[in-house]
């Protein structure tokens, strides 16, 4: 079963709400990480890194995870997680986008305008996490750098040599 994560400050509360809701109707194991309750107050870095690092430890742990973060501004958003190694935000209000970015950056958490349209915003969540991963030497190649950036900070090619086998990634543990 895919686990999803999910959070959102004040300005995607009540967005976020209906898209974990609606995720957990749909079969997905639903985790929430933000405020039990809308606080005008609240600040996104913290729910960014919630989410983000528990989408970590699942990957790390086989599990197929994924995060949701419904925040008034996605992309300041988005720059939040990425700082949780490993983490691969993206923000998108297109479905087709969404899944797209799976397999171009092995995008792991996805990050949502509170204010979307609540239809749109399923579909874009549900062609994120349904997505397959284009598993081609070159997108391993690429996911590799920016892998070994993020935490040698060297791109040194060592990864020219892979082979399509090497590359696939599967976080299934149904």
């Known amino acids: 079963m895919t686990r999803i994560h999910f959070a959102a400050d004040h300005g995607g509360y009540e967005l976020g709400r209906v898209l974990e809701t609606r995720a957990r109707t ?5 985790v929430w ?6 606080d005008p107050g609240d600040d996104y870095p913290g729910f960014a890194v919630r989410v983000g690092t528990a989408v970590i430890e699942d990957q790390d742990a ?24 490993g983490v691969r935000a993206v923000t998108t209000s297109s479905p087709r986008t969404s899944g797209r970015l799976r397999g171009i950056v092995d995008a792991n958490v996805l990050v949502i305008d509170g204010v979307a349209w609540p239809e749109s915003a399923w579909l874009t969540l549900y062609a ?3 997505a397959e991963g284009a598993a081609t030497v070159e997108r391993g190649r690429q ?11 060297t791109i040194e090619g060592w990864a020219v040599q892979l082979e399509p086998e090497q590359i696939h990634r599967s976080y299934d543990n149904d």
Request: overall charge negative.
């Open 26 to 30: 749909a079969g997905f194991e639903a």
């Open 33 to 38: 990480h933000g405020a039990e309750e809308l």
């Open 62 to 85: 086989a599990v197929n995870a994924f995060g949701v973060l419904v925040f008034g501004e996605p992309e300041a958003g988005a720059v939040a997680a990425n700082k949780v190694a």
């Open 128 to 130: 994120f996490v349904t």
């Open 143 to 153: 996911i590799l750098q920016i892998e070994e950036y993020e935490t040698a900070g």
